[in-house]
Every structure is written in C-alpha cells, then in structure tokens.
C-alpha cells in the first residue's frame, strides 16, 4: 500500500511538469509525504549497514585479538594458528567481499583482488587438516587440546588460539570422509561444545551439520545411547527430517536389541556417563594398533610348504608379513618422536664411551678448529656444532626462499619423481656460483662441510635447503640405495656411485617436535641451531647400512630449516678406503625395546 501512495504521490509532481513547488501547498505535501518514504528506506539501509559494519568489526577483533600480543613469527609458530590463518582465507576472507563496498579505488577491495593468485585454496586447508591429525598420532594429542589451542596440556606456554566451529566441523568432516570414527567422534564433541557455549541457533546450518556429523560417529564407534539422544535433539527443531526420522528408528530398535538402555552397566561393564560433563572414552586419545605378531620371514617363497595354497592366499601372506613389519617399523617412528628410547646397561656403558673434541687436520680448520661431538656409538653419528654462523644461515635461507618447490620422492616402480603423503616439505637446490650468492656463502660452506667429514665432494649432490612447514615430516626412509634398490633398477648403481654419507645442517631450533631419528638404531636427536649432524650410509667394504634408516619427526610447534648435503662414494677411494671387513665395526647392544636387530 505504501509503495503504491508513493507511486502516486511521484505521480502526482511529475504530472505538475517541472514548475515551481513552493507555491502549491498539494506539492510541497506530496514532497513531505516522499521524504517520509526516504527516510524508512534510509533507516533500512542503515540498519543493513551496522549488520555489515557489525559482521566487519566482529572479524577484524577477533582475528586481531589473536595476534595483538605477539610478533608475526611467534603467532605462526602454534599448529592451531597456522591452521586458522589458512583457514580463515578460505572460509572467512573469501565471503568478506560480500560485505565490502565495491569502491574500486579503497586499499581493501584492490588488496583482496591483486592477492587472489597468492591466496590458499581448498586443497590448501585439507592439507592442513591432515596434518593436524598427523601430529594428533604421533604425539598422542586431544581433540580437546587442539580445540583449546595448546598441543600439550603439560606444556601450557605453547598457547595458541582456539579452533572455532567452522574449523573444528572441517576437522571432523575429513575424519567421517577417512572413516576414522574415533577421532571423528573427538572433534565432533569439540564441535557441539563449542555451538553450545556459544549459543549457536538451532536453525544455522553449523549447528545442523555439526550434530548431524556428531551423531553418526557416536554410533559407529557404538554409543548408541548419546546417538539417539543426540538424534531426538535434531528431530525437536526439524521434526520432517526424513533421513534423521529413519536414524532414530533404527538407533532404537539397537538399543531395544542389546537392552542397552535398561542394562547399560551389565553392557558396558561402567556406569552410563554424561556427554558433556565427562569426555567419552578413548576420544581423542590415539590407541596404538594391537601388537602385531613380527615373525621370521623365510628364505623360501611364502607357501612353498603349502603347495594347496592359491597364488592369492600367497601372495596376501607377503603382503601381510610386509605390513607386519611396517607397523612395527612405525611404532617405533611414533615411540622415538615422542621420546628418547629406555637404553640397557649395556648401551648406557657404551654411551659413557662417546666424547668430544676439536678437529683440525686442514689449514683452515687449524685456524678455526671443528667442535665435533660423538653423539650415537652405531651407527656412528657425529654432531659438528656451529657448522655455520647466524648471519649465513640467513643467507642460505634467503637464497633458497625463492627456489623452494614441493618436496618429492622417487617412485620405485615407475622411476618417476612425485609428491607423497610421508614426505611433506618444500626443498630448494643451492649450486656454487648461484648468481644472487654475493658472499659465495654456498661455497664457504661447502668448503667447511670437506674439512668436517674429511671427504670429497666432488661428485656430491647440491646442497638441498628444506623448509618444513604445518605438521612437516619425512617418515622413515633411507638415504642411500639398498642392494635391493640397485637391483630392481637393473644393477645399475647411481651416478658418482652410492650415497656413503649425509650431513645435515639445522638452521634454527623448533619450538616443539622436528626431532631426527634413526628407527633401528633407537638414535633421537633435536634439531639444534647452527649445528650439523653426519652418518656414514654405506659400511666400509661399501654395503648400505641397514642402522641408518632414519626419519625427520612431523614439526608440531615453531618452523624448521635444514640443509642436506648427499655425499657419493665414487670419489672416495683416497678419503675413505675400501675395507674388506664388512663387521669391522662395533655390533651394537640391544635396546629393551627391541630397536636393534643384527
């Protein structure tokens, strides 16, 4: 009705012509009667106005009052953080547009347009959800420690910020698309805590999703009790629900089938608890897989004693002692990122034997002797300390910065190079003579590298500059190529021979996690700022050394820089003679844990 008395009253000046209005009272009427109608619309759009200004004020003091108190590298140090910024730019800074004027010359709106080639995607935060619950296995982190913002409760410094709903409902998502139901159960109840305490509208879509996911879990991990409670709750604000209807129907014929509600003790063997004042049991807490039975795996073909066997059940027995022997190999990659391993008398005995010194068997290293110190009997592991100064780690860095890609791996099978799940950093190759390389510091330290280890580099790979970002790892793998590697690529050794030895060189130290360890041997050392650790890869009549599997634990707090120097033996024959003795060297004790096999 409103709108059509305007339609008139516009009418009605119009059809006056554009002559005066002052000297009709009818005229000046109307003009009143449309300033009225103005003001309703200008009163609308100031109010659409303060919900927009609201909504901009709302995110710009919480993702500043996150920040507020620290520098920009400390921030980006805690894992929630790190996923938070990722996240925000997915899901928070891509929908501000909407409630940005498009004012074509505003710093904002020309900022967000001249990034957008630079910003994360999805792929992006997927990744980091992965690993997040990386780091929530190997170092047997909560749900309700991440959500909270601290990745260890014994270790309070390490606030970060908290996960907010949207983040927590993407964490449990990609649980429920992995089928990890525990964990997706233990996000899914930091999810509903979080739309509880924040009085989250039953009729959002948030807070659909999150019960909806939250429910499901619950009943695959069989709480069919707090599924069909949770169930009723969804059903009291969409009671038409049809999928959520057959849920309830089905969770109580369950329950009806167990007697799970009336004899809920005899069941469970514990008294039926409270979902929000008790954590539920085994939520969040990572239960390593049962033990698995490591058998002797025989010389002959597997079911050469059993001639009835298929070439399936054969080759499934294959299969099935060489995932034996992973899941023992990777409990001990979890065990040693977590802690050092307990060491028998034996080993302690020959520990006390290690010592240090100073090297200095080159002109230069006179000058400067070489810090050097044994840190592990067998293999042999060496730390040299202040391999480099502050000033060229920086440089180093700042050189790689621009070059760092993906890091790869070699495929065995097809030959090729490409990225995988259990080696997630990017790398940069650094070569003598690079053209930014002003104080030849590549050189400078290429140079010290041959004065610590004694050995040539003529034939050495170039340096390899690592950055290891959110949740970064290498799972255990060897550096050089075993007698295996060699043979499935036609006997046919690398160019410049073999891998005999690694250094590698720590720029800086990790607030939390990083640490290198060698799974068979039960070594475990932290990075440390400036210092290089160096192994021997090959034994000395030049067969690898099965001891040097190692593996770079996943970063849980701060970043983590390293540089890699791969030593071939071709040109060794001076520096490092042949030693026909294949056992020459110490057999090293065994570990109550079992690390060592010999």
């Known amino acids: 009705m409103a709108k059509c008395t305007i339609i008139i009253i516009l009418f009605s000046i119009i059809s006056l012509g554009y002559g005066e209005i002052y000297s009709s009272f009818m005229n000046v009427q109307n003009l009143n009667y449309l300033e009225d109608h103005l003001l309703d619309l200008l009163k609308d759009y100031i109010a659409k106005e303060k919900e927009r200004i609201g909504y901009l004020e709302n995110f710009y003091n919480y993702v500043y009052g996150s920040k507020v108190d620290l520098t920009p590298d400390t921030y980006i140090s805690y894992p929630t953080n790190q996923f938070n910024v990722i996240h925000r730019f997915v899901s928070d800074w891509n929908n501000l547009e909407s409630y940005t004027k498009e004012i074509f010359d505003d710093p904002l709106f020309k900022a967000m347009h001249s990034y957008e080639s630079l910003l994360p995607n999805d792929d992006d935060v997927a990744g980091a959800v992965k690993a997040l619950h990386r780091l929530q296995d ?25 996960l907010d709903v949207k983040s927590l409902l993407r964490l449990t998502k990609t649980a429920y ?54 169930t009723e709750l969804i059903l009291e604000y969409y009671p038409e629900h049809e999928r959520i209807g057959g849920n309830l129907r ?13 004899d809920y003790d005899a069941i469970y063997g514990r008294e039926k608890r409270s979902l929000f004042s008790e954590p539920l049991p085994f939520l969040g807490e990572i239960r390593e897989k049962e033990n698995v039975n490591i058998t002797y795996v025989p010389k002959i073909r597997p079911g050469a004693d059993k001639p009835n066997m298929t070439e399936d059940e054969i080759e499934y027995l294959i299969e099935d002692k060489e995932y034996n022997f992973w899941a023992k190999r990777m409990r001990k990659y979890r065990s040693l990122c977590k802690e050092s391993a307990p060491l028998t008398p034996e080993m302690e005995a020959q520990k006390d034997r290690l010592i240090c010194y100073y090297k200095g068997n080159t002109p230069r290293s006179l000058i400067k002797p070489i810090k050097v110190e044994e840190a592990w009997p067998s293999p042999k592991i060496l730390i040299f300390h202040d391999m480099v100064s502050d000033d060229e780690a920086k440089q180093i860095m700042d ?39 002003r104080e030849d510091v590549v050189r400078r330290v290429n140079r010290r590298m041959e004065d610590a280890t004694e050995l040539s580099l003529e034939l050495a790979e170039l340096q390899q500059v690592n950055n290891y970002g959110m949740g970064g ?26 891998r005999v030895a690694t250094i590698l060189i720590y720029f800086g130290e990790t607030v939390a996690g990083g640490a290198t360890i060698f799974t068979d041997s039960g070594a475990r050392l932290s990075p440390e700022k400036n210092a290089a650790v160096f192994w021997y890869n090959l034994l000395p009549n030049g067969d690898p050394d099965l001891l040097t599997r190692h593996a770079g634990c996943p970063v849980l707090a701060g970043t983590k820089w390293v540089m890699n120097k791969w030593i071939h033996v ?29």
């Open 473 to 498: 790892h290498y799972e255990p793998h060897y550096d050089m190529k075993t007698l295996n590697d060699i043979e499935n690529q036609g006997g046919h050794p690398p160019v410049g021979g073999n």
């Open 177 to 230: 698309e992995e089928e990890d139901w525990r964990k997706c159960a233990a996000w899914g109840r930091q999810a509903y805590l979080n739309i509880l305490k924040n009085n989250e509208s039953p009729l959002s879509s948030t807070w659909f999703d999150v019960l909806d996911y939250f429910t499901f879990c619950l009943y695959k991990i069989d709480e069919l009790s707090y599924a069909k409670e949770l």
């Open 399 to 437: 050189l790689a910065k621009p070059l760092l890609n993906r890091a790869t791996v070699h495929n065995k099978l097809t030959g090729k190079l490409e990225n995988a799940d259990y080696r997630v950093s990017k790398t940069a190759w650094l070569d003598v003579g690079l053209y930014n390389d």
């Open 138 to 162: 190997i170092y047997k982190i909560t749900a309700e420690h991440f959500a909270a913002g601290w990745p260890l409760e014994r270790e309070r410094q390490l606030q970060g910020q908290p």
């Open 250 to 262: 089905y969770f109580k014929k369950e329950l009806a089938a167990a007697d799970h509600d009336s």
């Open 570 to 598: 071709n040109d060794q024959v001076f520096t490092r003679p042949c030693d026909v003795d294949r056992y020459r060297r110490e057999k090293p004790a065994k570990l109550y844990n079992g690390h060592y096999t010999q």
